[in-house]
């Protein structure tokens, strides 16, 4: 089975800053992916950026990029810039690839609360 | 395109009771995904469907049924509610990914559920 962990509960950062949440997660699986949502105040999951572990080539998303360490088995990701909208809770995620069989199951982290401070 | 949506937002229930929650989405998706979040927790897979007239059992899907007669929708029953079921589900849909995997998982607004 597969865990995800946040292990920052809270975080806050100044508006224009930058900041870093951070995930590991663990599993023997070589093959799948990893996602970080939001979830603000209206409580909407909103994808933020994927990434697939095939890929060297970190993920970014305009203000948002990931740092994967894929021997490491660490997914953080990096808000540039941050806006009074980015405060929110963020989820870390993994997801298996197909294999034939199986879930297509979701694992998410406890998440990081996040407060942009104007 | 609506996406994915829920009905409804909210519901109270009394202990027993039984309801149903819709979800529907627009994006002709194959997959479709029942969530509980509940606080302090990421969400928790309930149930899933991997096309019409298929489902499967999640990660805690005891005291759930869920139906998919139709691609768009995907029904989440609770027969006799308990307090323990007090939550908010989220629906998801997600495509097909041909390179062999499934796509991103795009999620509706959710429903708070209160049990009493």
């Known amino acids: 089975a597969q865990t995800v962990t946040q292990s920052q509960p809270e975080m806050s950062v100044q508006e224009a800053e930058t900041v870093t949440l951070s995930c590991t997660y663990d599993?023997?699986?070589?093959?799948?992916?990893l996602f970080w949502y939001k979830q603000p105040p209206s409580r909407q999951m909103i994808l933020v950026i994927r990434?697939?572990?095939?890929?060297?080539q970190n993920a970014t998303e305009n203000r948002f990029s990931v740092n994967f360490q894929k021997a490491a088995k660490s997914f953080s990701l990096k808000i540039s810039d941050s806006q009074l909208g980015d405060t929110a809770m963020y989820f870390c995620?993994?997801?298996?690839?197909?294999?034939?069989?199986?879930?297509?199951?979701?694992?998410f982290g406890k998440g990081t609360k996040l407060s942009v401070i104007p | 395109n609506a996406g994915v949506t829920q009905t409804p937002k909210f519901r109270v229930l009394k202990t027993g009771q039984s309801m149903t929650l819709l979800c529907a989405q627009d994006?002709?998706?194959?997959?479709m995904y029942w969530y509980r979040q509940d606080p302090g927790m990421g969400l928790r897979l309930i149930h899933y469907?991997?096309?019409?007239?298929?489902?499967a059992k999640g990660e805690v899907p005891d005291g759930y049924n869920v139906s998919r007669l139709k691609k768009q929708n995907f029904l989440l029953g609770l027969e006799s509610a308990a307090p323990s079921q007090t939550s908010v589900y989220f629906c998801?849909?997600?495509?097909?990914?041909?390179?062999?995997?499934?796509?991103?998982?795009?999620f509706g607004p959710g429903t708070r559920l209160t049990v009493l």
């Open positions: 998801a849909s997600s495509e097909w990914a041909l390179a062999g995997g499934t796509d991103t998982q795009y």
């Open positions: 599993t023997s699986e070589n093959n799948y992916y």
């Open positions: 990434q697939e572990a095939y890929k060297q």
């Open positions: 995620a993994f997801m298996k690839q197909w294999s034939g069989a199986g879930s297509y199951q979701l694992t």
């Open positions: 994006m002709n998706h194959e997959y």
């Open positions: 469907s991997v096309g019409e007239g298929t489902t």
